[in-house]
């Protein structure tokens, strides 16, 4: 398996860690990843401050997000 290094979004939902190695799980957080990885970009591409506040609530907000929903997956 090739290593490589993980991207911003993929850090902030963790990506790696699924104990239950449930596909749904890896599915709906690379999902997240990949909008707080836009987010991320969008940020540093622009020098409105109040532009930057809304990526980062918004990067907050699917991080929250992303948790609730492997815990809606994982629920027994």
């Known amino acids: 398996m090739e290593n490589k290094e993980l991207t911003y979004g993929q850090r902030m939902v963790g990506v790696s860690f699924n104990p239950s190695g ?8 690379q999902g997240y990843a990949n909008v707080i990885d836009d987010m991320a970009n969008l940020r540093e591409q622009t020098d409105d401050q109040e532009k930057k506040r809304l990526c ?11 948790m609730w929903a492997v815990k809606a997956i994982t629920w027994k």
């Open 22 to 29: 449930n596909a749904l799980v890896d599915a709906v957080k």
């Open 56 to 66: 980062s609530i918004a990067i907050t907000e699917a991080q929250s997000a992303q």
